[in-house]
């Protein structure tokens, strides 16, 4: 749900702030070592392109992080171990 923060001092706004379930979703590894929805929802991903690993262009990681917002997951970047294979910056984030 969309969270609302407002304070308001001699009845004038003096800050608001929204915070839309995007800004949770998209959260790294929190400090209690739980992961990001967006990142869990990679993990284990079926990788179902048939090329090389080193030709793959992170579609299927692009389809779970749009299951949460379709306007999101215009760059994907993949690793392997510690190294980065690919990044991905899906031509549809501009149409």
Known sequence: ???HWIIVKDYKIKNYQIH???TA?????GRWGH??????????TEITEE????QWTGLD???AIRSFDPCLACSV?????NRKIERL???LCTA
Do not use: C, W, Y
Request: hydrophobic share 35%.
């Open 1 to 3: 749900s969309v969270r």
């Open 89 to 91: 910056v899906s031509p």
């Open 51 to 54: 090329v090389p690993e080193d």
């Open 77 to 81: 970047h993949i690793f392997i171990g």
């Open 61 to 63: 990681m692009v389809r």
């Open 25 to 29: 979703n998209l959260s790294p590894k």
């Open 35 to 44: 992961t990001g929805p967006f990142e869990q929802s990679v993990i284990g």
């Open 20 to 22: 839309a379930p995007t």
